[in-house]
DNA sequence: TCGTTAATTGGAAGCGGTTCCATGACGAAG
DNA sequence: CTTCGTCATGGAACCGCTTCCAATTAACGA
C-alpha cells in the first residue's frame, strides 16, 4: 500500500478500474459521474492516501488559485489591518496568499518584476505603495490582474481614502473646538524626498490642513509644520521642537495615531498636559487609539483590504469591476486628547510652571529612590492632568 | 514577435535555433554552456519577452521555493514581528512565503490539512499554535519539512523561549522591588480551556510567578490570578476587578504588553497611579512598550521569526537541524511603571485619595464644559503622577 | 594526423494533472 | 427495429519546464 513514491492519478485510475478522466472528474465534483463509480473511485482515494498535486493541476489548468498582496512596512499597525482583511477574505475565495513586505522600493521592483511572470500568481494587490507607469505596464502586458488598496494607481482599481477631505477633518475638529495654533506632525512617506512630498497620503493630509486653515482665514505658520521620517519616536523628536517653541502650539495633528503616539510622549516627557494644554489627534484610529483615549480620524484599514481582496477575486472571475477609483468613508472619533484650549494667558503660564514640575519630580524620584524614568513615557504621567485640575480647583 | 499567447522555452530555442535543453541550462545559470550560444539565447530571451513559467518549473523540478507560514492572531503586535522576521529571511533565501491567518483552531486544522499534500509548499512554519499529534503525523507523512516557532512539537525543530523563567524573572524583579501582593492578569490563550491552560504560554508564566512566590516563602494568593480573553479590553476588565479588591494587589504581572496596556487603562480609569500606587510589569516588549515606558519581560520577537526560518531552510537544504529545541533568551527591561511599594499605610490611604480624585476630576471637566473623556485613557491622565510628586514634596 | 577525453548540445521522457474527443450503452421516439 | 440524443467513460494530447542520455564537436597529447 504504502509506495515509495506518493500516489498520482494514474494509480488511482489503475487501482478503482476507471480511466484518469474519471477520476479527476470525481476529484473535481464534475457531474456525469455514476455514483456508484465515484464512491469506487472516492474509497480508493482513501485507502491510497492519495492527494491530487496542487502544481499539477495548476500548471494544466492554467491557474494557480493564489494571489500576491506586496505591502510594505508590515509591522505597521495600518499595515498589517490591511493585509489581514485581505487574507480573511481571499482565503475564504479559497486562494493562497503570498505575502511579500516590500520595505524599500528595491525589494518593492523586484517583487514585482518576479510577478510579472504569468502563472506566479493569479492576481496582484499592491498596498500603499505608488507604482511607476513602466512597472506597470510590464505587469499588465503580463496579463496579471491588479488592484490596489491606499494608493492611486490609474487604470487600475484601487481602494483609497480621502486624504486631504481627511486633514480638513481633523483640522476642522481642531479650528471648532478653538485652536488657533495648529502644528502639523507628518511623515515624508518612505524614501519620499520633499519634492516628491505632495504624492504622499501625509502630504496631501498637509494640503486638507492648509485648507482648513485657510477657510478658517488663519495663515499657515511655516514653523509649526514638521516633517520627518516615519515612527513614534521621530515623532516625539518632531513635537520637542514645536513645543519648545516661543510661541507654541495648542493643538496638533498628527498624520497617523503612531506619530500621535510620540507626539503625546514628548508632550508628557516636556510636562504639556493633554488635553489641557495640548491637544493631540491622529490618524487611523488603530486598536490602541481607542484604549489610550486618542481622537482621531478613523479609515476603515481592515474594510481597505477586504475590498481590494473582494475586487480582485471579480476580476479573476471575468467580472468588470467599477468604478475603478472607490473611495473609503472617513469619520472623526473624538476622545480625550482633544479639547478647547485654554485662554492664551493662562496657558502659556501654565506651560512654564509645567516645565518646572519636570524638575522637581526629577528630585523626588532621586529623593525615593525610585529611579528616575528613562525614555519618554507616558505611564510616569499617569493621572497627572486630572491631579493638576484637582488642584486648580 | 508578440503573439497571442507567452512565449514558452520552445519558442526560445527554436527562435535562438538550440535546443530546449541549451535555453533551460542558461535560465538556470547552468555551466557547460558556451558563452558565444548563452549570449544570443539570452538576446532572443530578451527580445520575446519570455518568462519562465514557475509552476511548470516547479512541476517538473518537484519543488516550489515555497514555504507556508501557519500564524493565529495575525493583528497581535507579537505575530506580527515573528512574521516579519521569517518573511525577511526566506524572501532572501527566494522563497516565497504564502500567509496563512489560523485564527481558529478550525481554520487551522483546515490550512494543515491543505498543506499535508507535498508539492504544495516545500516547507511549513507554524507559530504559535499547538498541534496534535495526529495532524503532524499526518504532515510528516506527506514529507513535509516543519518547524515551530513559540511553541514546543516534539521531534520537530523548535524556537521558544522559557515562558516559565519568564514569568519567574518578572515576578522576582517586583519581590526585589518589595512587592509583596503581586497580581497577575494572563490569557487563556486561543479557545483553550481552563483545563488545558496549563499548556499556554500564559500558563507557564503562571507557573513561573507562583514559583518566584513560593521562593521568596509568599502564599500565592487565588483571588490575585486573573484569567480571561486575550485583549487589552478584557485585561482592563481584569485589573478593575483586582484593583477594586478590599485588599489590592500593588503590583500586576501581565502575560504581554497589549494585555498590561489594559492593566495601566484600568489604573488610570480608576485613579491609582503608576508605579506609585501600581507597579506593572509586561511581557514581549513591543515597540509599543519603549515609547510608553512600560516595564516588561523582552523576548525576542522578530528574533525567533529569524531563526524558524533559517532553520527550516537548513532542513530544505537536506541538513541536519540541532538541536530541536532552541531557546531564546529572556531579559527583564525596567522602565517607568515598576517601582518600590509605598509603605503599606500609606499606600492604602493614598489610594482612597486617588480614587476621590476621579470624582474631583469629573466635577471640573463639566464645569469646564471640556467632556468627559469616554473610554479608558492614559492621555488624560498625562503628567498626573509628576504633579502628584510635586505636590507631596 | 589520429585516437581519446571533455565540453556542448539536441531532444525525448517525464512531472501529475485537466480537457477534449471518440466510443459505448441505453432509453425514448419514430 | 432503426435512429438519435444523453450520459458515462477511457485515454491521448497537452500545460511548460527540467533532466538525462546519446550525439556531436572541440581540445589535447602522442
Redesign the pocket.
Known amino acids: 500500500m504504502r509506495t515509495s513514491?506518493?500516489?498520482?492519478?494514474?494509480d488511482v485510475?489503475a487501482a478503482s478500474?476507471?480511466?484518469?478522466?474519471?477520476?479527476?472528474?470525481v476529484?473535481?465534483g464534475a457531474?456525469?459521474?455514476?455514483d456508484?463509480?465515484?464512491v469506487r473511485v472516492l474509497r480508493v482515494i482513501d485507502q491510497l492516501g492519495?492527494?491530487?498535486?496542487h502544481?499539477?493541476?495548476a500548471?494544466?489548468?492554467?491557474t494557480q488559485r493564489s494571489v500576491a498582496v506586496v505591502v510594505p512596512h508590515l509591522t505597521r499597525p495600518s499595515a498589517v489591518e490591511r493585509l489581514a482583511g485581505a487574507l480573511s477574505v481571499l482565503a475564504a475565495e479559497g486562494y493562497d496568499t503570498v505575502v511579500y513586505n516590500a520595505d524599500s522600493p528595491t525589494r518593492r521592483d523586484h517583487f514585482l518584476a518576479a510577478l510579472t511572470s504569468k502563472?506566479r500568481t493569479d492576481g496582484i494587490i499592491i498596498m500603499s505603495l505608488p507604482i511607476s507607469q513602466h512597472q506597470l505596464a510590464a505587469v499588465r502586458r503580463a496579463g496579471v490582474p491588479v488592484v490596489a488598496v491606499d494608493v492611486t494607481v490609474r487604470g487600475v482599481p484601487h481602494t483609497v481614502i480621502d486624504d486631504t477631505a481627511g486633514g480638513l477633518l481633523a483640522t476642522e475638529q481642531l479650528l471648532a473646538l478653538g485652536h488657533q495654533r495648529i502644528g502639523f506632525v507628518g511623515d515624508l512617506g518612505g524614501r519620499m524626498t520633499k519634492s516628491t512630498f505632495g504624492f504622499t497620503a501625509s502630504g496631501r493630509r498637509l494640503a486638507g490642513y492648509r485648507q482648513a486653515l485657510a477657510a478658517a482665514g488663519l495663515a499657515p505658520c511655516q514653523s509649526l509644520i514638521r516633517l520627518g521620517p516615519y515612527g513614534a519616536a521621530n515623532a516625539e523628536a518632531l513635537t520637542t521642537e514645536l513645543l519648545g517653541l516661543p510661541d507654541p502650539p495648542t493643538a496638533i495633528f498628527a498624520t497617523s495615531d503612531t506619530q500621535a503616539m510620540g507626539v503625546l510622549a514628548a508632550a508628557d516627557r516636556m510636562g504639556v498636559r493633554v488635553p489641557g494644554e495640548l491637544s493631540v489627534v491622529g490618524f487611523d484610529d488603530i486598536e490602541l487609539a481607542a484604549l489610550i483615549g486618542l481622537s482621531t480620524v478613523r479609515q476603515p484599514l481592515e474594510q481597505s483590504g477586504v475590498e481590494g481582496a473582494r475586487r480582485l477575486s471579480a476580476l479573476l472571475r471575468g467580472e468588470k469591476v467599477r468604478p475603478l477609483r472607490q473611495v473609503l468613508d472617513l469619520q472623526l472619533v473624538q476622545r480625550n486628547t482633544s479639547a478647547q484650549p485654554r485662554p492664551t494667558g493662562q496657558a502659556s503660564s501654565g506651560r512654564g510652571v509645567a516645565r518646572e514640575t519636570v524638575a522637581a519630580a526629577e528630585r523626588h524620584y532621586r529623593a525615593d529612590g525610585w529611579g528616575m524614568p528613562r525614555t519618554g513615557c507616558l505611564a510616569s504621567g499617569y493621572r497627572a492632568d486630572r491631579a493638576e485640575l484637582r488642584r486648580q480647583s
Chains 1, 2 share one sequence.
Not at 50 to 53: D, G, K, Q, V
Open positions: 513514491r506518493r500516489a498520482t492519478i494514474a485510475a478500474g476507471v480511466g484518469v478522466g474519471t477520476v479527476s472528474r476529484i473535481n457531474v456525469n459521474v455514476r456508484a463509480t465515484r492519495y492527494r491530487p498535486s502544481l499539477a493541476a500548471l494544466s489548468r492554467g502563472d
